[in-house]
């Protein structure tokens, strides 16, 4: 994907003027060009200057929330080092630390805040942890060694990139500038196999804009977008807005 | 707003960044005690941080709410990854305003169509961004030098770099925006960089 003037793109880059397939392109050539990697921090450390531009004080609440969060939070463990995670001790002393800010705020009796934290804290880790899951995915599609990318513009306005993967069997889609369907109507995304159109993704209805994870792409011959009712249709109702072959 | 050394456009007839920046130092050394879990130095951190951050997704999504959520959400980040910190790619400061600003302009773009997006800034261009930039600036020296150095800027150039870095602009709407070819405004952004570098004196080095 690397193009003659990949190298111009280093200030958008640097200062995330660029979208999620641009930044995936960019991110592999930075991985190859040691030059680059050292202008595009520079870039980033004259953007930073810019960010003092809007210094201003959050709410004063702030301070025990983020203190609080950030003790009830697992570190990353060091690049290399094989230890997952915080020690059983200091994890126990962060929970600690967590329950006790909690506590001087002034919520229930110590052990109801304790539990209240500790349910909060693993829904948000659930969270997280789905959010992250499908972050990788898409990295793993966006850096596999077959990864192609292929574009088309829609028939009514828009344009879709999708980049496929055969080892990984999946595909990221990125949908931009296509008209709003309307509250009831919904983009569908599909794969199409033998000339047999199977769904692979629906936006919710009125949504124009999307990056989406796609699953099974292996084999299949062509990727389609079509305008359906809001819900999706089990096959497509209306002509694909774009039909972009794999092959 | 035109001092007179400053009125020669080019390298070194600017003022550069010479100043010690304590604060600088200081925030790399707490990120690193901080990779090791020291929740006293967080909470320093955080002191140093939080106004930074805070005021930057305050300005990309001018909604106090909202930025207060982000900041929040940057900061935990911050603690939870202080590990991937690594000094010889650049200062702490930039690290942690990287991740702040990435985090706002995906926020900014999933939120809103960028037609919507489009169409308030296009409504409100006259105003922003760049007056505003100057407006706050206020009696800090260092303030007032990127001021300086913004000052150093073609107006495109400056347009360019502050509608992506304030408003989460891609470079593709700020062409749209701009009436000017894709390529014109990639190349500005990157020339206005290397010039906003060169006027505050920024080198990394490995």
């Known amino acids: ?247 | 707003m035109t001092d007179p050394d400053v009125g020669s456009r080019g390298r070194g007839t600017s003022p550069g960044s010479a100043l010690p920046r304590p604060e600088r130092a200081e925030i790399d050394g707490l990120l690193r005690a901080v990779a090791r879990g020291d929740d006293a130095s967080f909470a320093r951190l955080y002191d140093l941080l939080s106004p930074r951050v805070f005021g930057l997704a305050r300005r990309v999504l001018r909604d106090p709410a909202q930025a207060e959520e982000m900041a929040q959400e940057v900061l935990v980040e911050v603690w939870r990854t202080a590990n991937r910190f690594d000094p010889e790619r650049g200062s702490g400061l930039s690290w942690v305003l990287t991740i702040a600003h990435r985090r706002t302009v995906d926020r900014v773009r999933s939120e809103q169509s960028s037609t919507d997006r489009m169409q308030k800034v296009a409504a409100a261009s006259a105003q922003i961004p760049y007056d505003e930039v100057a407006d706050q600036v206020g009696s800090r020296l260092e303030r007032q030098q990127v001021r300086r150095c913004l000052d150093d800027l073609t107006e495109l150039q400056r347009e360019a770099i502050t509608m992506a870095y304030y408003g989460g602009h891609t470079y593709r709407e700020v062409s749209t925006l701009l009436d000017i070819a894709l390529p014109t405004v990639k190349t500005r952004m990157r020339d206005g960089l290397i010039r906003l570098r060169d006027c505050l004196s920024i080198e990394v080095t490995r």
């Open chain 1, 1 to 247: 994907m690397t193009s003659p003037d990949v190298h111009a793109l280093g200030g958008a880059y640097a200062i995330d003027a660029v979208d999620d397939l641009e930044r995936a392109s960019f991110d592999r050539h930075l991985a190859e060009c040691e030059a680059c990697t050292i202008e595009v921090a520079e870039y980033r450390e004259a953007a930073s200057r810019l960010a003092e531009g809007a210094w201003s004080v959050p709410p004063p609440r702030m301070r025990e929330q983020v203190l609080a969060r950030a003790a009830a939070t697992p570190q990353l463990p060091a690049p290399g080092s094989r230890r997952g995670g915080a020690s059983p001790v200091r994890r126990w002393r962060r929970l600690a630390a967590a329950a006790a800010v909690v506590g001087v705020l002034g919520i229930g009796s110590a052990a109801t805040t304790y539990v209240v934290q500790e349910q909060r804290v693993s829904a948000e880790r659930t969270a997280v942890a789905a959010a992250q899951q499908r972050a990788d995915r898409i990295q793993a599609v966006l850096a596999a060694p077959d990864a192609a990318l292929r574009a088309g513009d829609l028939s009514g306005g828009g344009r879709v990139t999708v980049v496929v993967s055969d080892t990984e069997d999946a595909g990221v889609v990125v949908l931009a500038d296509a008209p709003p369907p309307g509250p009831d109507r919904a983009y569908q995304l599909w794969v199409v196999d033998d000339s047999r159109p199977i769904s692979v993704g629906l936006l919710p209805a009125g949504q124009a804009q999307a990056t989406e994870l796609i699953q099974g792409v292996r084999g299949r011959a062509a990727f389609a977008v079509s305008l359906e009712p809001a819900g999706g249709s089990p096959q497509p109702s209306t002509t694909p807005l774009v039909a972009i072959p794999f092959a």
